[in-house]
């Protein structure tokens, strides 16, 4: 009974070592076109933003 016990649980340590050395468990998806259409909307909505709010105060230093 303590063989089996012992065999047992040398299988299980065996599996959880092969699955740390295996792939990630998830694949990274790369973005789609509409996301990164997305992201420089934002950025273009950013810098519009500040740069109206530089335009807005004549004593703000020029935009870096």
């Not at 990630?24 to 950013?46: F, G, L, Q, T």
Request: proline share 5%; glycine share 4%; charged share 35%.
């Amino acid at each position: 009974m303590a063989n089996q016990l012992g065999n047992l649980v040398e299988s299980i340590k065996s599996k959880v070592r092969s699955l740390k050395k295996g792939k990630k468990p998830y694949i990274k998806m790369d973005k789609s076109a509409s996301v990164k259409v997305e992201i420089r909307s934002r950025k273009a909505r950013k810098l519009i933003e500040k740069t109206l709010k530089a335009a807005d105060t004549p004593t703000m230093r020029p935009l870096s």
